[in-house]
């Protein structure tokens, strides 16, 4: 069992900056995948970044590349997303998931985090 509790959601004008981080216990952090996806009213969830185990590899949603980061702190059990240049249709409740499995679905997931972009 994985649990996970996403923070740092929260009000930002456009072209501004939000640091979402995602606390994890219950099995070794460093031993799974983590990811981040997020969903806008009246849409389906998307993809948003994705890091390794190790935090060696990541990959983006193309809405986001040049804007995001992700990253990890393994010592701390927590991954982060770092969200600069902040649009309007970033506007979504933002979610972390845990891929623990050898494939490629994420099987556990936070509660989400209201991100708003005001124009």
């Known amino acids: 069992q994985v649990q996970l509790i996403e923070s740092g959601g929260g009000l930002v004008q456009a072209g501004g900056s939000l640091r979402l981080s995602c606390a994890a216990s219950g099995r070794t952090f460093s031993s799974y995948a983590m990811g981040w996806f997020r969903q806008a009213p009246g849409k389906e969830r998307a993809f948003v970044a994705a890091?390794?185990?190790?935090?060696?590899?990541?990959n983006y949603a193309d809405s986001v590349k040049g804007r995001f980061t992700i990253s990890r702190d393994n010592a701390k059990n927590t991954v982060y997303l770092q969200m600069n240049s902040l649009k309007p249709e970033d506007t979504a409740v933002y979610y972390c998931?845990?891929?623990?499995?050898?494939?490629?679905?994420?099987?556990?997931w936070g509660q989400g985090t209201q991100v708003t972009v005001s124009s």
């Open positions: 998931a845990a891929n623990t499995g050898r494939g490629a679905t994420y099987d556990y």
């Open positions: 890091i390794s185990r190790s935090g060696g590899f990541t």
